[in-house]
């Protein structure tokens, strides 16, 4: 099965700077790869997602890389904020028919933003 | 919409008790999850649904089963709770490219 390994575990920056979260994930089939962003005490939530036939994307400060030769992909935040302080989780699954929930997640990063 | 609704927020259970988490969507989605989430670990999937009378195993099904009469509601059963089953349950249902989840229960078996 699929296995993905997400590094690093905690992640502390200052306000203002960027962040940087990379995973690498082990079955070539997989070609789905969401990003989570979990609050305090609070459900996962969808922040970002890339497939397989697109090499990044970008949704204001937050972007995905995916590099399908080596099998990873990172999460890029850019302009740090207090509010992204969070647990962020990466996940791979194969986006095809009932498989988008089938998903297997990293163990996680704790980023913090200093003020 | 309510999205996906998940009860109870809280349970203590008793080693060999039994219990059953409920989730229901209100969002037509004919996809369904149960995930577990232990101490600062990622999700890990415990059963699935593509459809009302259809289910099948994830990647830590032992000590659940699950049943789906209806396309609403996917509830999960833990008949002999074990230690090993402390852990905040997600219930999530999928619209092709998102996963929606519950607010989480959290199971503490003593």
């Known amino acids: 099965g699929e296995n993905v390994e997400q590094h690093p575990s905690t992640l502390s920056v200052q306000e203002g700077d960027s962040a940087v979260i990379k995973c690498t994930y082990s079955d070539s089939a997989s070609n789905y790869f969401p990003w989570y962003k979990q609050e305090l005490g609070k459900r996962p939530q969808l922040i970002i997602d890339?497939?397989?036939?697109?090499g990044e994307k970008k949704d204001q400060r937050i972007a995905v890389t995916l590099n399908k030769t080596a099998k990873h992909f990172s999460l890029h935040i850019t302009e740090t904020q207090p509010e992204d302080s969070a647990v962020y989780f990466c996940a791979a699954g194969n986006a095809g028919g009932t498989s988008y929930g089938k998903l297997t997640f990293g163990q996680g990063t704790i980023l913090t933003v200093h003020p | 919409n309510a999205g996906v609704t998940q009860t109870p927020k809280f349970r203590i259970l008793k080693i060999g008790q039994s219990m059953t988490l409920q989730c229901t969507q209100d969002?037509?989605?004919?996809?369904m999850y149960w995930y577990r989430q232990d101490p600062g670990m990622g999700l890990k999937l415990i059963y699935y649904?593509?459809?009302?009378?259809?289910?099948d195993k994830g990647e830590v099904p032992n000590g659940y089963n699950v049943s789906r009469s209806t396309t609403e509601d996917f509830p999960l059963r833990l008949e002999l709770a074990a230690p090993s089953q402390t852990s905040v349950y997600f219930c999530?249902?999928?619209?092709?490219?998102?996963?929606?989840f519950g607010s989480g229960t959290q199971l503490s078996v003593l």
């Open positions: 999530a249902s999928s619209y092709p490219g998102k996963l929606f």
């Open positions: 649904s593509v459809g009302a009378g259809i289910t």
């Open positions: 969002m037509n989605h004919n996809y």
């Open positions: 890339i497939r397989s036939n697109v």
